[in-house]
């Protein structure tokens, strides 16, 4: 057997894997309610819809743990080996899942819970900056809201805010319509992503092939992003329709600001056109004046009460975070008396840098030798933001992903793809209602050790661009 037809084989075992696994996401949904999939109240001829199978705890679970694995396995297989389908039928099957999703009821987490009852708090003249649903009592949409979320505000910008009312004022008091009124919007944002990145890279079938395996039909991404139904998909759509109108410094401000209006920390996206336009300073006011401007006039709308929960959770520690450990460590060798959130702030910010600074090196971020473009240094900081910050969430990898798609290939692509598995791993499933109890072990016990995978990734991406930067630096005698 050649070499080639090895490739050609493996190739196919890879899209075969991929395909299982975003099958496995459907069948999820198809189900209907169950330890993965929220059960949403309002009349049953409403969509989404489902099977109402009712199926037992322990086979959704395993359901999409084989999703997880096999979506990531396949995809590192695809990026390696995958060379000689037309992207395309990719771009294709991706919308078409992502439109499919979108009439299923959401898996993996109940965060779209949290998103109708903040809509509803609008609608009913509440400010869900200063309120929880629990401040809603036996109202049909904030009652769905699960724990421990009840008591939280909303931690997302003014212009995710505003969707979710609008949602809301349609769906009424039915979850489900409410429900599925977001994943409208959610669905469409992550195939107008699909659609400009293809376009994008449209003119190098190679590049335009691997944009598809890391976006449109990538199956994390539909499981985490399209089933899980997160806001994250509307923020990244926002950015990479930035990135690549900034030949117009006006549009593409008024994009980064949308994009910072529906979650802040997308703002990273924004320096990399700031870096492109550094030396002609009139483009760049003009980009940042309106950037601000629509972030400004957002957050003046809805008041500065919607800042304080982005400062509280900015200072969060994720359970499945590597920083979990140092924290562990340090109260285990200078006492349990602090959280020490505020010496792992500084601690993460130290190791932001270092990544962003290796990975920004001559190294294979740069575009075609002509330096650092806006979408490279985009993608450098995103990347080290989801790698060294303290609260990360698998559906944060989806950013990093979707602005590495408009760089060029690198083993960058394979460690945001181990990262995105191994946190996906972790939050199987993000919800505690309705879990038996023989699987609290994945909370408990998995969780916490694969924090130790992450922090092993985390350090070997630093040791792989201080290497690829010093195979760039080093001519060859």
């Known amino acids: 057997m050649t070499s080639q037809t090895r490739r050609g084989r493996l190739a196919h075992v890879a899209l075969a894997a991929i395909g299982a696994s975003i099958l496995l996401t459907v069948v999820i949904g198809l189900l209907g309610p169950s330890a993965m999939v929220p059960a949403l109240a309002g009349p049953a001829w409403q969509p989404p819809y489902s099977l109402s199978a009712a199926p037992e705890p322990h086979l959704v679970v395993a359901l999409a743990a084989a999703a997880i694995v096999l979506g990531g396995l396949g995809l590192l297989g695809a990026l390696a080996w995958l060379r000689d389908i037309p992207a395309r039928w990719l771009v294709v099957a991706g919308c078409v899942v992502a439109g499919v999703l979108a009439f299923l009821p959401p898996s993996g987490s109940g965060d779209h819970l949290n998103y109708a009852a903040y809509g509803r708090m609008v609608t009913l003249g509440l400010n869900p900056y200063t ?62 992503t699909g659609l400009l990145v293809d376009r994008f890279t449209r003119h190098d079938p190679s590049a335009r092939l691997r944009a598809a395996l890391l976006w449109t039909a ?10 899980g139904m997160h806001v994250d998909t509307l923020a990244i759509a926002c950015m990479v329709a930035a990135l690549l109108a900034r030949g117009r410094p006006a549009g593409s401000g008024v994009l980064l600001g949308l994009g910072v209006a529906i979650k802040v920390n997308a703002g990273l996206v924004a320096l990399g056109p700031a870096w492109e336009l550094r030396r002609r ?39 499945a975070s590597f920083w979990k450990l140092v924290q562990g460590w340090l109260q285990a060798v200078v006492g349990t008396g602090s959280a020490y959130r505020g010496e792992i702030q500084v601690g993460s910010l130290l190791v932001l840098v270092l990544l962003a600074w290796s990975l920004l090196r001559p190294a294979s971020l740069r575009s075609s030798g002509a330096g650092l473009s806006a979408p490279a240094v985009a993608a450098g900081l995103v990347v080290a933001y989801v790698f060294a910050t303290p609260y990360v969430l698998p559906w ?3 950013l990093a992903l979707g602005v590495l798609a408009l760089v060029g290939a690198s083993a960058v692509d394979g460690f945001v793809v181990a990262h995105l598995t191994v946190l996906s791993l972790a939050y199987l499933p993000a919800r505690v209602v309705g879990q038996p109890a023989d699987l609290d072990w994945l909370r408990e016990v998995l969780r916490p050790q694969l924090a130790w995978v992450l922090l092993a990734l985390t350090v070997a991406l630093v040791v792989w661009a201080r290497r690829a930067a010093g195979r760039v630096r080093t001519p060859r005698g």
């Open 131 to 192: 309120h929880g649903a629990v401040d809603l009592p036996g109202d049909p949409v904030a009652g769905a809201v699960e724990d421990p979320w009840r008591e939280e505000p909303s931690v997302y910008g003014p212009v995710a805010t505003a969707l979710q009312a609008v949602a809301s004022w349609i769906g009424g008091d039915s979850v489900r319509m409410t429900i599925f009124v977001l994943a409208l919007f959610n669905a469409a944002a992550f195939i107008v």
């Open 281 to 319: 300073p009139g483009r760049l006011a003009v980009m940042a004046g309106c950037a601000v401007a629509v972030v400004v006039a957002g957050y003046a709308v809805v008041g500065p009460e919607a800042i304080e929960p982005i400062t509280r959770t900015s200072k969060s520690i994720s359970h």
């Open 396 to 398: 944060y990898d989806g």
């Open 218 to 227: 990538n199956p994390l991404l539909l499981y985490q992003l399209v089933a």
